[in-house]
């Protein structure tokens, strides 16, 4: 079955801690997005990707970075120097430049 | 965020039909999308439209599209306990390098 992985669904960190989020994909797809949502105010664009060793700041990047070595996976790493971390964060991904996305089952990060 | 809006909240009791309104500030968006999300659960693409359409029906689902007054909306008939969720309007567009814009979430909860 093809799909999204988001590793872990909780994570746990402590302030001043870097942490990263992983995001696998086997849909063969050329774009991978990572997203933060929080209560009310829908989803944010953290970072994206549309092709391997490249990739883009969306909105919110401050705080955060990524990689794309491989095609299938787009981790991201929240820094300590994002000032508030805490987050349900969404990794999805793309085929084509106009078509639909789709999303993995999200990591809630709690950072005290 | 600002270019999509929905209301926040819809109440419907059970086995009457729903209706989620959403409007967009972009004329050239290509694609407008409905997702949905359960509690810590990523987003479930719904039904999308193109936007040279007016309407578009999926078994209980039907889109309406205005792109004169850059109106969208999501009819759910027959609303059911499962489908209480949170709903989110997206929009498509080549001004945005076709990142997704979405709304801040319509949370829909069925009532017995």
């Known amino acids: 079955d093809g799909g999204i992985t988001q590793s872990p669904k909780y994570l746990f960190r402590k302030e001043g801690q870097n942490v990263t989020l992983s995001c696998e994909q086997n849909?063969?797809?050329?774009?991978m997005y990572w997203y933060r949502q929080d209560p009310g105010q829908g989803l944010r664009l953290i970072y994206y990707s549309q092709i391997v060793n490249d990739f883009q700041k969306g909105d919110i990047a401050e705080g955060y970075s990524v990689s794309r070595e491989k095609k299938e996976s787009f981790p991201l790493t929240v820094t300590s120097a994002q000032k508030n971390p805490t987050a349900f964060y969404l990794c999805?991904?793309?085929?084509?430049?106009?078509?639909?996305?789709?999303f993995g089952n999200g990591t809630r990060l709690t950072v005290t | 965020g600002e270019d999509v809006e929905q209301s926040l909240f819809l109440s419907v009791r059970e086995g009457d039909s729903s209706v989620i309104n959403c409007t967009y500030t972009d004329s050239s968006s290509t694609y407008l999308y409905w997702y949905k999300q359960e509690p810590g659960a990523g987003l479930q693409l719904l039904t999308y439209?193109?936007?040279?359409?007016d309407m578009k029906q999926d078994q209980r689902l039907t889109v309406l599209l205005n792109k004169k007054d850059k109106h969208l909306s999501l009819r759910i008939a027959d609303t059911q306990t499962g489908d209480s969720a949170i709903y989110f309007c997206?929009?498509?567009?080549?001004?945005?390098?076709?990142?997704?814009?979405f709304g801040a979430g319509t949370t829909v909860t069925v009532r017995a």
């Open positions: 849909l063969n797809h050329d774009a």
């Open positions: 999805a991904s793309r085929g084509q430049r106009d078509s639909p996305l789709h």
């Open positions: 997206a929009e498509s567009t080549p001004r945005n390098d076709y990142k997704l814009s």
């Open positions: 439209i193109f936007s040279n359409m």
